[in-house]
């Protein structure tokens, strides 16, 4: 799933984000995909390990290239139709790096792993300095990524000397290729198209490279993506590019000696420590490190269509509806948030979503609530509104649950199942107004939609118990909230027509389900003999 730049004004989901498609390596009968892993060894053989459904699993290896050599630095990326691209280099600078193509295939219940050769390349470093004394200064390639793990078209190299580094933007792009008269024909363009490793941009740095992190993933569909590329060095200092011409965003120094801390909170005295990796988050708004005494650092990012400027309200709508449409974990965007910024993105967020068909709505309305419920808690007021969110959150999916377990004997009408007949029976004339549960239930005691095994209604008693409890709490808050204006937590949903409706037709079908099993109703302690 990912963003489209024309229309990322659009208020509908469908047009804002585009699906994108990835074929798995190797598929189950009916395209399932399989679940395995995939590494590479330091003499360069390709392991394949597939986990099968009945707990075995299936080995096979191979050779990455015509000829085996040591490894030092590899990177893989993902193709759309399930391969596997791969970047390697044996750490010298005078070698090329090397990129290959690996597919996967199961026949007859043996994997075979095929490596195709693909263009390779220099680091712009030695093919520019060659045989100058200058090209001595870097001797070693140390980290090697490509920008997007989604994407082949982009490759950072670093290479690093005594002391210094350099980082390298490659960048996969067409190229045409003048052919001799002799070799053309009628029919054929004097020009040959091809494909090609060309040098974008290069950044030098007096200190060598530590660490080296790209995003995960681009939420943008755009070419090229816009990406980060993060260097760390070994005077502490963490650099962050952005992808068009390696521009400097901002740049940091930490000193991870002043943070070692004993059990008291006392400084403990040391020599600096170095940082040993480093990871973006899933939408690329934080920055994680840890350092060689297993120190954790976190950092915000700025936006990635705005470097170095701050979050807005519309960008941060866009990333949280992302993660809502893609299911990923939307934590990192809450710490670059602002408390004069909540109110203002809820709104826009329920206003965006109150627009998308029903059928969208009803989809997404859990992760939807469990967002919103995030946000509020950013507020120190915020856990008034985090409650009604939890609390509706929690009311459908109770609602759900009970009419999934409806397996009727007969029904009315064969268009509407009997969770639409139930609606429909409750926003009726005759019951809308009704306030005595035990009229409603004489017209359900000769209708067969609605009945339930005695078993299954003995198991939902909890749930029942819940949906009761949480009527009592909201007419026993009732007064408070009206006249005396005191906010509880979940009292909000008094406010909400669709909750009470909802609410409405659970008592209804709780009352009688409890003509079915006595047992599955609620139970209370009564605090009074005159209750």
Known sequence: MAL????????????????????????YFGGRPREG??????????????????????????????????????????????????????????????????TLRLQQEK???????????????????????????????????????????????????????IVELWELREKQIPLHKMFLSQSMDSKLKTVCWQHHASARTPSQVVALTTPRSSIYD????????????QDSTIKCFYRESLHLVCSITI???????????????????????????????????????????????????????????????????YCMMTGVDWWDILIGLKPGMIESISDKMSDTFNRQPPALQQYYLSRFLAIKMTIYRCLSTGHFKAGDCYSLLMLNAIANCFKSVLRPTDLSSLDKGPAENLTAIMTSKQHSETTDVDKVILNFEKNKEFCVEPATLQ???????????????????????YHNMIRFPGGGLLADHKALSSLRELLVVIRFWGLIRHTCLPVFTKTSGKI
């Open 222 to 233: 755009s070419n090229p993506p816009p990406s980060y590329i993060l260097a760390a060095y």
């Open 255 to 321: 000193n991870p000696s002043a943070c070692r801390l004993d059990e008291a909170g006392v400084t403990l005295p040391g020599s600096a420590t170095l940082i040993s990796d480093m990871q973006l988050t899933w939408t690329g708004c934080a920055l994680l490190t840890i350092d060689s005494l297993s120190q954790l650092y976190l950092y915000r990012l700025s936006p990635i269509t705005d470097p170095g400027g701050p979050v807005s309200p519309n960008y941060a709508v866009t990333l949280l509806e």
């Open 459 to 481: 198991s939902l008693q909890q749930l029942i118990q819940w949906v009761a409890n949480f009527t009592l709490y909201l007419l026993a808050s009732l007064p408070q909230q």
């Open 4 to 27: 489209n730049i024309e229309k990322k004004d659009a208020f509908m989901y469908m047009e804002k984000f585009t699906p994108i498609r990835f074929g798995p390596s190797i598929r």
């Open 111 to 165: 994997c075979v792993i095929t490596s195709q050769a693909l263009p390779s390349f220099y680091p712009n470093c030695y093919i520019i300095t060659s045989g100058s004394a200058a090209d001595k200064t870097c001797t070693r390639v140390t980290h090697l990524r490509f920008v997007i793990r989604e994407a082949a078209d982009a490759i950072v190299v670093c290479i690093a000397g005594n002391n210094d580094s």
């Open 37 to 102: 892993c995939l590494a590479i060894s330091i003499t360069g053989v390709v392991c394949v390990v597939i986990l099968q459904s009945d707990g075995t699993t299936i080995t096979s290896s191979e050779s990455l290239g015509s000829l085996r050599s040591r490894l030092k630095v590899v990177d893989l990326c993902y193709g759309k139709n399930g391969d596997f691209l791969v970047a390697a280099s044996d750490g010298v600078v005078s070698s090329a790096i090397q990129c290959y193509k690996v």
